[in-house]
């Protein structure tokens, strides 16, 4: 596609719930980011796919937290079980390699209720 | 470890006038250097970007950095404030042995006064 599309734009859920976002990346992007943006905490790295490649997961900031790329494509983040504090816009990234920047989608705004 | 630091969190110009806004990166390797802009309710949209080319970066919507190694620092400036410059204004740095990942800055929120 022409950007990064992230689906839902908004979510809201009650909490205890499982959400799923979805990130569809830049055709032809081999990288593909997570980050989570929460009011006055600036952009939080949560998880990197690059190729074939084991992802980097070190920004997931708990078990609840999961993340999967099919296909080197398409991409789904989970939080399981949501809490008040998973409340923020979860932001999606691609780029072609290691040196330039990425391209964002517009991100999924979740609140938690 | 890399970081990022966006000295004022807040800063506020008068249209037409030098916008600055300052970054400070810390890094043990050559570092690839960025800077994004977030309007309201949008997606980060990148402005430039240093790497290991020219020290002077020119973007777009006549927005510059220069890459001092000396300071580590990676300033944004722009001559002259637009209205429409008004928006959060976030620096990132990139290091080859930290993989393809962004360290944020805690961004800066430009407004400008007509």
């Known amino acids: 596609g022409a950007g990064v599309s992230q689906s839902p734009s908004n979510k809201v859920t009650e909490k205890g719930k499982d959400v799923e976002l979805r990130c569809d990346p830049i055709?032809?992007?081999?990288?593909l980011y997570w980050y989570r943006q929460s009011l006055g905490q600036g952009l939080e790295f949560l998880i990197y796919?690059?190729?074939?490649?084991?992802?980097?997961k070190s920004g997931l900031p708990s078990d609840r937290f999961s993340a999967e790329r099919t296909g080197g494509s398409v991409s789904t983040l989970t939080i399981q079980r949501t809490q008040q504090e998973d409340s923020a816009v979860y932001l999606c990234?691609?780029?072609?390699?290691?040196?330039?920047?990425?391209?964002f989608g517009s991100g999924t705004r979740l609140t938690v209720v | 470890a890399q970081s990022v630091t966006q000295l004022g969190s807040h800063v506020s110009v008068s249209e037409g006038a030098l916008v600055l806004l300052r970054c400070n990166y810390s890094?043990?390797?050559?570092?690839?250097l960025f800077w994004y802009v977030q309007y309201p309710n949008q997606g980060l949209q990148l402005l430039l970007k240093y790497t290991s080319a020219a020290t002077l970066v020119k973007g777009i919507n006549g927005f510059e950095a220069e890459f001092k190694k000396s300071e580590t620092s990676f300033h944004l400036t722009k001559p002259s404030a637009h209205m429409s410059d008004a928006a959060e204004y976030f620096c990132a740095v990139r290091t080859p042995d930290q993989g393809g990942k962004l360290i944020f800055g805690q961004g800066t929120e430009l407004s400008v006064k007509p």
């Open positions: 055709s032809g992007h081999t990288a």
């Open positions: 990234a691609s780029s072609t390699d290691r040196t330039g920047g990425y391209t």
């Open positions: 796919f690059q190729g074939n490649s084991a992802p980097d």
């Open positions: 890094s043990s390797v050559p570092p690839y």
